[in-house]
């Protein structure tokens, strides 16, 4: 990507560390519990471990226990190598009751898949499992929008079931749960760039191309910051409080074709062209989540919002350190 060419600020060509409020860092440090992390290859467990590493500093690897798909190295930005465990281990662990954040899900893209309901219930029994054998001092499990549509899409049933499970779970072992209905992430570690919107519109910039739009009708969406939702996530644990079925959202809701020429201006390309196709009449396609029930859930956990311009700044400069 070349944002210098495009007279980009300096901001969005630097690497910017992901980190927990000052508080809040300090406030886990002197919580000396574990912290089980699954789901590290996606967009929240890779947030999730730089945040950590960042607030933990020579003891995150005391501390922190990490789960994927099968057992491999993860390198940190920092340059720090973290040994995931294969997740199936997770099925025979023991250790004292910790912070588990559950992000080991497949998505909607695997939907199509024979196997995706029994996958995701497997991963869900597992962990399940192994806070029944071994409890634990708080969950955080991200849900989704989707969950609002269960009765048309599997995978947002798969979500309700997951909130039900862990809900129920959390208050029959009594240990907070932190469920957010998560709609529209930004920030750093944002992956499949080629699925997101707002990806593309930033990767379309930053080459120096028309920004192409495929919607023509009204498309609105409101975007949080994935370091909030995590901060927002591990503050109610580490305060316990449970905060179940709010949805993650943004300041403002945008319409695709807004949002657009938003990027292209907190890039530094104001002019630049944004393509459309011919609009014609049809339902708008809101997905934006409801913000006073965010903003409740922020304060709650002691958490000061991004607004939408910082989140373009963070996502575009994490892309681009990618080269």
């Known amino acids: 990507m070349h944002n210098d060419r495009l007279g980009a600020p300096r901001q969005l060509r630097l690497m910017k560390r992901l980190c927990l409020p000052p508080a809040l860092a300090g406030a886990l440090r002197l919580r000396d519990v574990p912290v089980v992390v699954t789901g590290t290859g996606g967009w929240l467990g890779q947030a999730a471990l730089e945040m950590l590493e960042g607030a933990l500093g020579e ?10 798909a099968a057992a491999r190295d993860v390198r940190l930005r920092c340059g720090l190598v973290v040994q995931a465990r294969a ?3 997770l099925e025979r662990e023991a250790g004292p009751p910790g912070l588990v954040l559950h992000f080991a899900f497949l998505t909607r893209g695997f939907a199509q898949a024979p196997d995706f309901e029994a996958v ?10 192994y806070i029944e054998r071994n409890g634990a001092a708080g969950v955080f499990i991200p849900s989704s929008g989707a969950a609002y549509r269960a009765e048309h899409d599997i995978y947002g049933a798969l979500k309700l079931e997951d909130e039900a499970v862990f809900a129920a779970l959390a208050k029959r072992l009594g240990f907070p749960a932190v469920i957010p209905r998560i709609f529209n992430l930004a920030g750093p570690f ?25 919607a023509a009708h009204p498309v609105w969406r409101s975007y949080a910051h994935v370091g909030d939702v ?6 109610g644990l580490l305060r316990g409080v449970t905060l179940e079925g709010f949805d993650t959202a943004g300041e403002v809701e945008v319409e695709i ?23 014609r009449e049809g339902a708008a396609d809101y997905y934006t989540g409801d913000m006073a029930g965010y903003r409740r859930a922020a304060a709650l956990a002691g958490v ?11 996502t575009a400069g994490y892309l681009a350190s990618l080269g």
Do not use: K
């Open 59 to 68: 003891d995150f690897a005391r501390r922190v226990r990490v789960y994927a």
């Open 87 to 89: 997740f199936a281990e």
């Open 120 to 129: 995701n219930r497997r991963i869900t029994a597992a962990v399940r499992g």
């Open 190 to 214: 944002i992956n499949n760039v080629n699925h997101y919107a707002l990806a593309c519109m930033i990767a379309d910039v930053a080459g120096g191309r028309p920004v192409r739009l495929r």
């Open 230 to 235: 995590l901060s927002i996530g591990l503050a």
């Open 257 to 279: 074709g807004d949002l657009a020429a938003r990027v292209a201006r907190v890039m530094g390309a104001g002019g630049a062209e944004i393509i459309r196709p011919a609009w």
């Open 304 to 314: 000061s919002l991004r607004g939408l311009d910082e989140q373009i700044a963070d």
